[in-house]
């Protein structure tokens, strides 16, 4: 069974970071590019980094450039993204995903707030 | 950014009839290879978004066949042939072409 589950949300104060995980299992992880999607509560679904299979391709969404760092791990079958100078706005649900959406994650919640 | 834009983005159906969700996109979604990255997603009240429908008319695994995907270059369209209660959620439209990838706003089927 495909599966990809994220962790490392939590509660941060503006300025700070945090880390996010995914774990994907259940298919060639290597084989496939991954990406962050995100929704902010109440609100619609926005792309927020792609990472292709080999990490030599990677894009961000302009909002977040220069700030979150897209990585991957195959040898663990692991998806990352580390966020630095988090802003109120980055408060949402963030999805690991695979494929163009195929399989997503339960989500992990990241609230920036003083 | 290429813009994606839902019309109704309010659908209110009636059990066991048809219903069906416009897609438009700013740009061509056709790819080099003569496919269309247009995807369908479902997000039921409290749960994650599921994929339905990739490039255009490709129902995923698992996915009931009163989905149905239709449309080509920048206009498409998502039919439930008869809408049952289990449907009742956001349909989201995505394009997969051009980066950053994006969703239209998002249309709300209830009952």
């Known amino acids: 069974e495909v599966q990809v589950v994220e962790s490392g949300g939590g509660l941060v104060q503006p300025g700070g970071s945090l880390r996010l995980s995914c774990a994907a299992s259940?298919?060639?992880?290597?084989?496939?590019?991954m990406s962050w999607v995100r929704q902010a509560p109440g609100k619609g679904l926005e792309w927020v980094a792609h990472?292709?299979?080999?990490?030599?391709?990677?894009y961000y969404v302009d909002s977040v450039k220069g700030r979150f760092t897209i990585s991957r791990d195959n040898a663990k079958t692991s998806l990352y993204l580390q966020m630095n100078s988090l802003r109120a706005e980055d408060t949402a649900v963030y999805y690991c995903?695979?494929?163009?959406?195929?399989?997503w994650g339960q989500g992990t919640l990241v609230t920036v707030s003083s | 950014d290429v813009v994606m834009t839902q019309s109704p983005l309010s659908l209110p159906v009636t059990l066991g009839q048809p219903a069906s969700i416009s897609c438009s996109s700013t740009?061509?979604?056709?790819?080099?290879?003569?496919?269309?990255?247009l995807s369908w997603f479902q997000q039921r009240p409290g749960q994650s978004p599921r994929r339905l429908i990739y490039?255009?008319?490709n129902r995923d695994s698992g996915v009931p066949d009163r989905f149905s995907g239709s449309g080509s270059g920048t206009d498409f369209t998502l039919k439930i042939s008869r809408v049952e209660a289990e449907d009742v959620g956001v349909y989201y439209c995505?394009?997969?072409?051009?980066?950053?990838?994006?969703f239209g706003q998002g249309t709300k089927v209830e009952i």
């Open positions: 995903i695979r494929d163009g959406g195929a399989a």
């Open positions: 259940g298919f060639t992880f290597s084989s496939y590019w």
């Open positions: 990472i292709n299979q080999d990490g030599s391709e990677i």
């Open positions: 740009q061509s979604l056709v790819y080099s290879d003569g496919s269309t990255h």
């Open positions: 490039k255009v008319s």
């Open positions: 995505m394009q997969g072409i051009h980066w950053p990838h994006t």
